[in-house]
Nanobody, 123 residues
Framework: QVQLVESGGGLVQAGGSLRLSCAAS????????MGWFRQPPGKEREFVAA????????FYEEHVKGRFTISRDNAKNTVYLQMNSLKPEDTAVYYC????????????????WGQGTQVTVSP
């Protein structure tokens, strides 16, 4: 089992940047593929980005491609989401999630979730 804690959210102006972190408990972090999801106000949770267990392979939702970068440091049990050129439509609660084996863009494939961190982008 793994516990996830996100941090790094906040209020930023459009065009700005934020870096989210997700710290995982336990000694087996490298066994888990990781994903970032977000839930905008009044909407369903949606996929943002995912990364393989060894960090080599990444996958992005089309609207964040080129602006967001997912990465991980297995020695620190942490996955990151660097968000640049933020837009008001990026406003959401951002969640990190973990699953064993292969990464996925499907919400239902993930077994463990953090509590979320709020990101608000002002116009």
């Amino acid at each position: 089992q793994v516990q996830l804690v996100e941090s790094g959210g906040g209020l930023v102006q459009a065009g700005g940047s934020l870096r989210l972190s997700c710290a995982a408990s336990g000694r087996t972090f490298s066994r888990y593929a990781m994903g970032w999801f977000r839930q905008p106000p009044g909407k369903e949770r949606e996929f943002v980005a995912a990364i393989s267990r060894n960090g080599i392979n990444t996958f992005y939702e089309e609207h964040v491609k080129g602006r967001f970068t997912i990465s991980r440091d297995n020695a620190k049990n942490t996955v990151y989401l660097q968000m640049n050129s933020l837009k008001p439509e990026d406003t959401a609660v951002y969640y990190c999630a973990a699953r064993t084996l292969l990464f996925s863009a499907l919400y239902s494939d993930y077994d463990y979730w953090g509590q979320g961190t709020q990101v608000t982008v002002s116009p």
